[in-house]
């Protein structure tokens, strides 16, 4: 049983899932993740230095100024040492324990934006701190920095969630939060990138208190609530007749219909509409408009 096992949540709306789920994004991120670190053991291991696939998928500290090289702002987070199974086995095990919550709050496409977008965030931000310090050549590795992120998003998600640590010591998330920004703070090991998993923290933080989307969708229908529900209160329905009632009736079975839909946004994400419920979402906000 792994450190965050799915059985051991207790306490928040956290949904029933499948142990595993071959088409979640978690699930496809573990394979490419996986996929990488297989390569590179079996095929790569003899290289000669600089030609192993996990140096040509590092990020160097002047990849900055090389453009064809912009490229390990992205692969770097998908590279894990060959030679060591635990820095890839505790990520990917994070990530599969934590994410799968984070992914069915936000959907899947949401998330990969998310993943994807941290990765490269850390990565631009550790290029410009080596910079800016003046150090000399380094390079940096793993996807510690997004799954850092998502295990805030976690944190943030469901603060009161209880997980047993280590399988054994029963702590909430809240706790487990506090407990990864202290030890990646106050950590003295030179071989762990802990700038990149606080700067992954600060990004994970940003996303959920400024209630960011990066879809242009979630832009979309994020305004459009704001929109239904401000039309919505000055709007009148004035039919004579015996109109009147039948039309009352129909524009409260659509603003039940609205408030169902958006409050299935706020719950799952936008991701998890389906065709009808945004075609009726697109009428809908016309008609008050």
Known sequence: MGIYDRDYYQGDEL???RPWDNRSMVTLLIFANVAVFLLNYLFFQRAAPGMRLMDLLALESDSLFHPLQWYRFVSYGFAHDPRSIFHILFNM?????????????????????????T?????????LLRLGQGAGPASVIGASGAVTAVALMFVYSF??????????????????????????????????????????AAFATAYFFGKWNFSSAGH??????????????????????????????????????????????HREGKDSLTSRERKFLERYSREIR
């Not at 990765?119 to 290029?127: E, M, Q, S």
Request: glycine share 8%.
């Open 15 to 17: 949904r029933p899932l």
């Open 159 to 200: 603060p009161q969630a209880t997980l047993l640590l280590y399988g054994i010591i029963p702590v909430k998330a809240w706790l487990l939060g506090i407990i990864i920004i202290v030890t990646n703070v106050f950590s003295s090991n030179e071989q762990v990138a802990t700038d990149v998993h606080l700067v992954g």
């Open 93 to 117: 095990l994070s990530l599969y324990f934590l994410g799968r919550n984070v992914e069915d709050k936000y959907g899947k496409w949401e998330f990969f934006r998310f993943y994807m977008a």
């Open 119 to 127: 990765i490269v965030v850390c990565g631009l931000v550790w290029a």
């Open 220 to 265: 979309w229908f994020g305004g459009m609530s704001t929109l239904i529900k401000q039309r919505r209160r000055g709007l009148k329905v004035h039919r004579p007749g015996a109109e009147r009632t039948d039309q009352a009736a129909s524009s409260s079975k659509d603003e039940s219909e609205s408030d169902r839909i958006l409050e299935k946004i």
